[in-house]
């Protein structure tokens, strides 16, 4: 991962959030592909550094470190100590303080340097304010959509009309999620017609289709008008969405799909693995977003798998990045499994389902339990 971030403050940060903001600000500097360290130290650390490289007393905030190297832009250490203080006098949180002096050090790394006179100094504030604006503009951590298909799995389970996932959507909005995500399949097997019209009524953050390029899905998406269709492959035998969309072999027809949606106004993703092939064709096809298939790093066998899976989403996802294309992901996603990717800064945006809907069923169960017994015992 181009982002290293190592704690070494005694206070709890966030490696996830930090490596991520380090992430984008490169990624806005067009330095995407340049590895950075940045490392958290306190008080101590931090005078040891500058006193040990510097010759300097005492502490300080922030310090770079640029490289020769072509690959590697350098470290960035911020002192947390110094931050909190610097936070509290200037009425400001130790995110945000810590945000200013990451994008400090980072300017220095660009080769900026105040300490060169006024002019420097002048060229050095607007760079540091373009980052930050730039940085806000983006939006620091990528949204959460949520699947609520899985409910609709259980409603079928009996054929009768509960747990309904409209209102399934709107706890999930209730809770803060940006957005609901349903997957209508030919075969109706959870999600059906009526769901889906209902649920793009109540929806106010942002509605996915999930569906199949077909005549049908097609004309039924274009009644609807969802904020944005994800493309899915669909097979009638398969548990859950097997494999990517195969773009590179379905090129032509995937465009003509692409345009049609297009022509009723409605975005287009399309769910790929992360494989340089399928990411190019789904460039050329005029979809504005792909959704990385994550299902082979989730169902990984071990650790080391993991990491080389990860590595693989990483890469990929930086260079649908530069294509062009916003970059989503999801399948098979976890509690514990997430906050790992939820680091890239290029994947804007997760869907997650099964691992929320099973997290429900066990954590809600003492409260239904007790509401069942409430009745049953007379004491509701
Ligand atoms: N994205 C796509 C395209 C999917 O088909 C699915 C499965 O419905 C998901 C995300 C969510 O996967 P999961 O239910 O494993 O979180």
């Not at 050095?124 to 951590?141: F, N, Q, T, V």
């Not at 804007?348 to 049953?376: C, N, P, Y």
Request: aromatic letters at 2%; glycine letters at 8%.
């Amino acid at each position: 991962m181009p982002v290293e971030v190592v704690n070494q403050s005694g206070r709890p940060m966030s490696l996830c959030r930090y490596r991520r903001m380090a992430g984008v600000l490169l990624r806005i500097a067009g330095l995407g592909h340049m590895h950075l360290g940045l490392l958290f130290t306190d008080a101590r650390g931090i005078t040891k550094i500058n006193r040990q490289w510097f010759g300097r007393q005492g502490p300080t905030n922030v310090i770079s470190f640029p490289m020769e190297d072509p690959g590697i832009l350098g470290d960035v250490v911020i002192c947390v100590d110094r931050a909190a203080e610097e936070a509290e006098q200037g009425l400001t949180t130790l995110e945000n303080r810590v945000m200013e002096l990451l994008i400090h050090g980072l300017a220095h790394l660009m080769g900026e340097d105040h300490e060169l006179g006024d002019e420097h100094a002048r060229r050095m504030a607007e760079k540091e304010l373009e980052l930050r604006d730039s940085l806000i503009m983006e939006g620091l951590m990528a949204d959460l959509c949520i699947n609520v298909d899985h409910i609709a799995t259980i409603r079928q389970a009996r054929g009768g009309n509960e747990p309904d996932p409209v209102l399934a959507a709107g706890i999930v909005e209730l809770a803060g999620a940006d957005g609901v995500v349903v997957h209508l399949r030919e075969d109706r097997r959870h999600i059906q017609d009526r769901d889906v019209r209902i649920i793009r009524e109540v929806v106010k953050t942002r509605l996915t289709l999930e569906m199949a390029a077909t005549d049908e899905m097609i004309g039924i998406a274009s009644d609807l008008k969802p904020d944005i269709v994800t493309l899915v492959p669909e097979k009638r035998q398969e548990l859950t969405t097997e494999g990517g969309l195969d773009v590179k072999s379905l090129e032509d027809s995937v465009a003509d799909a692409v345009k049609r949606l297009h022509d009723a106004g409605i975005p287009v993703s399309l769910f790929v693995d992360p494989e340089p092939d399928q990411i190019e064709a789904s460039s050329r096809t005029g979809a504005e977003c792909i959704e990385i298939h994550t299902g082979r790093y989730a169902d990984a066998p071990g650790a080391a798998e993991q990491d080389m899976e990860f590595e693989q989403i990483v890469k990929m996802a930086g260079m649908a990045s530069d294509l062009g294309l916003r970059v989503h992901a999801g399948h098979g996603l976890n509690y514990m499994n997430t906050a790992r990717l939820a680091a890239v800064s290029e994947i804007v945006e997760f869907s997650i389902g099964h691992a929320v809907v099973a997290r429900a069923s066990l954590v809600g169960l003492e409260r239904a339990v007790r509401e069942m017994l409430a009745l049953v015992k007379g004491t509701a």
